[in-house]
């Protein structure tokens, strides 16, 4: 059983209604392995001590999420992006999460051209930073309902593309969300490329339910939906990602259950659609 | 003004709680040039009738929506979803559509590959019938949102590869919905690809709001959301189209409006965002 979520971390937003404290006290009870922080915990936790509370637990800190945003109306604000972004570089470090994860932000009304060289800019003022404290930056391709506020990156390729830009430093890489790019048709080609660069830092599940009802906050449990998960792990697995499937849903009605029995929902549906022995 | 306005067409659903009738007046006193059927009015008026009454109020049927929906888990389903399709060329033949739209389909729970194999198999039986009726068959690709239950063509690449897979017969082309391409990356080299292949047969109209609360029901206005239609028009007039501008809007809170008033907003926005003389 150990053995089976060895590869199961959970993002703290998927049981928002919790603390951190009962996270990861119902995490480690329930057998979890990583835990991907959000950052609203800060508010409560400073990163060291949000990072030792994991690792006490038995866990890790699998990842941070989220900073990005980049693209702005004028250089002032997207200079406090970049600042934003810096000090959540330090936060990762702090709490020893290895990974930042970036949603990279769209302006809406401006080309997604334009917002796609404002997050390149951006990240590129972010690189050295990283480095020097152990952060890799994971571009999160989002989902393309969510170009015109959130993300102007919407597919693999172009995450792809904004790592090469950049020169395709050791640091920066992708976090593939299934959520975001299970439609894609260029999939199955743009993971094998970027496992090929060595960018596959993270890995995140849920599913597509039919009908989705709210745009932000009704994605489903593994298993729920439309979404082809044994097909796209084993995608990454070939392409040389062998880390967490994270688990990372928002949905209003799960966060209205009692918060434990989600929990176990969440186990549970993990075991039947992600446990690496399903992987061919 | 009358110049202005040639290239305004609207499809009924815009104005979804008025009967045929009140379409046909209203649209006709607001110096309206195309109406778009819907299927839905077949209900009450008989396509050759609703064709009559459109010509008789001195405008074009400018296409009928719409067929499609091909993807199916038997073949006895399949065959009943050609069927309907061979019915809708009927319509539209009936009624003088000169392009009838196809919505593909997509079986949840199917790859997305399969569906896209019985599309191609369900157009292709549906050609012969379209061409001996004179009516033009669009492929209209989706937004990736709807790749679950309703299209599983969601690119304009993928409409163009169907288009090529039949062997680009004269009588099946593409109807371009921005709301459905606008954030795609590929969007310009594929409007000038199908625009080579002369299969730009529709072009249609809206905006996509931020932020948006529906997936259905809450497209926006020209001009009330991040979509650049300027662009996206030269592109397709570049490409050779220079068809109707085709507004399609399905909105709940605008069908709450009073539909005079929300008929005279669209023709307002049209002059505003779509009119020919903005097209360099």
Redesign the interface.
Known sequence: MNGELSELAIHTITTKPWSLRACVDAYAAAGVRGVTLWRYHFAETNPAEAGRMIRDAGMQCSGLARAGFFPAATAGARRLAIEDNLRAIDEAAACGAPVLVLVCGSL??Q??SESRRQIAEGIAACLGHASAAGVNLAIEPL???Y???RSAI??M??ANDVCDLLGSPAGLGIAVDVYHV????DLPEEIARAGSAGRLFAYHVCD?R????D?LNDRGLMGE??I?LR?IRTMMEHAGFHGFSEVEIFSDRRWKEPQQQWLDSVVTAWRQHCSPHLIP
Chains 1, 2 share one sequence.
Do not use: K, Y
């Not at 299970?182 to 048709?185: A, V």
């Open positions: 809406p009304g080309p997604l989902h393309p309902m170009a015109g506020d919407v597919t390729r172009q299970w439609w894609d048709p597509w039919i009908p989705t009802e745009l939906g439309c082809d097909s």
